[in-house]
């Protein structure tokens, strides 16, 4: 695993452990990391025509 991977996934005991935390306070969705968070929070801001383009983008990356 490259340290950019590492940073963006996070370490797989802290993501257990957030979702085991989101579990017990009974919350449906959590982000796991401070990068992801920023992710996930930029998508509101983003217009749906690029949102749509870069989710295209990644999906075809992961296909090919």
Do not use: C, H
């Not at 695993?1 to 017990?24: C, F, H, K, N």
């Not at 990391?33 to 990356?61: E, V, Y």
Request: aromatic fraction near 4%; proline fraction near 6%; charge should be positive.
């Amino acid at each position: 695993d490259s340290l950019l991977s590492r940073y963006m996934t996070g370490e797989p005991e802290q993501v257990i452990r957030d979702g085991l935390a989101a579990l017990r306070a009974n919350r449906a969705v959590v982000v796991s990391g401070p990068l992801n968070a920023a992710i996930a929070t930029s998508i509101r801001f983003t217009p749906r025509p690029m949102a749509r383009w870069i989710a295209g983008s990644l999906q075809k990356a992961r296909s090919a």
